[in-house]
């Protein structure tokens, strides 16, 4: 018979300051329910599952096609404005397991742009930049107006750069063409909509 491997993997976060989060811990090797799953805050700051304050906790169930079971942690948006550390904590009485840690760590982003003054006949460029980003975790910017929904695209109206990630900091660039430009009023004012998109 296959001898199932007990294991417990992380799954990190990277989320937008100001923002709700989803992180997990993925628990293998598992042949019935866990007995028990709990959450804890940064710092030794104590135990979710029992005083939850706005975190949401589902240990999840046990899917043994996979022998696997998935517990998934949300944290509210006022809770994710710096970088943090949670702990899972399982047990399975299947492997002797009373009390397994993991760190699962949530890594906190920001998302600026500056406002300029513009000429409406020649060509603009915008400039979203992401900072506190892990240097291997390059984000996809969405750009759109504000006038539509439908996410911008490299065409005669427009230019997107996605940018790499250094030192942690990843700027993407809308270039707004001149034909696109000359259809702005003298005057007027325009806003464009960016968000990101983490893998």
Do not use: H
């Given at each position: 018979a296959?001898?199932l491997?007990?294991?417990?993997?992380?799954k990190?976060?990277?989320?937008?300051s100001?923002?709700?989060?989803?992180?997990?811990?993925?628990v293998t090797?598992?042949?019935?329910?866990?007995q028990s799953?709990?959450?804890?805050?940064?710092?030794?700051g104590?135990d979710?599952t029992s005083d939850t304050?706005?975190?949401i906790?589902?240990?999840g169930?046990?899917?043994?096609?996979?022998n696997?079971?998935?517990?998934?942690?949300?944290?509210p948006?006022?809770k994710?404005?710096?970088?943090a550390t949670?702990?899972?904590?399982?047990?399975?009485?299947?492997h002797?397991k009373?009390?397994d840690?993991?760190?699962?760590?949530?890594?906190?982003?920001?998302?600026t742009?500056?406002?300029k003054s513009?000429a409406?006949?020649?060509e603009?460029?915008l400039?979203?930049?992401?900072?506190?980003?892990?240097?291997?975790?390059?984000?996809?910017v969405?750009?759109k107006e504000t006038?539509?929904?439908?996410?911008?695209v490299?065409d005669?109206?427009?230019?997107?750069?996605?940018?790499s990630?250094s030192s942690g900091?990843?700027?993407?660039v809308?270039t707004i063409?001149?034909?696109?430009?000359?259809?702005y009023?003298?005057g007027s004012?325009?806003t464009?909509k960016?968000s990101a998109?983490?893998?």
């Open positions: 296959d001898v491997t007990f294991g417990v993997t992380p990190n976060a990277e989320v937008l100001g923002t709700s989060a989803t992180i997990s811990c993925v090797g598992l042949t019935e329910q866990l799953v709990k959450w804890e805050r940064p710092n030794g104590g979710i304050a706005g975190f906790f589902d240990n169930a046990s899917s043994f096609g996979s696997s079971q998935t517990t998934v942690l949300t944290i948006a006022n994710s404005n710096v970088d949670y702990k899972c904590v399982v047990q399975s009485n299947e002797a009373t009390a840690e993991t760190n699962v760590q949530a890594k906190v982003f920001t998302m742009s500056t406002p513009v409406n006949q020649v603009q460029t400039t979203c930049t992401i900072s506190g980003l892990d240097d291997s975790e390059e984000v996809t969405t750009w006038s539509g929904g439908t996410p911008l490299d005669t109206n427009y230019g997107i750069e996605q940018g990630v900091t990843q700027n993407s809308l063409k001149a034909d696109k430009m000359k259809t009023n003298t004012s325009f464009y960016y998109l983490i893998p």
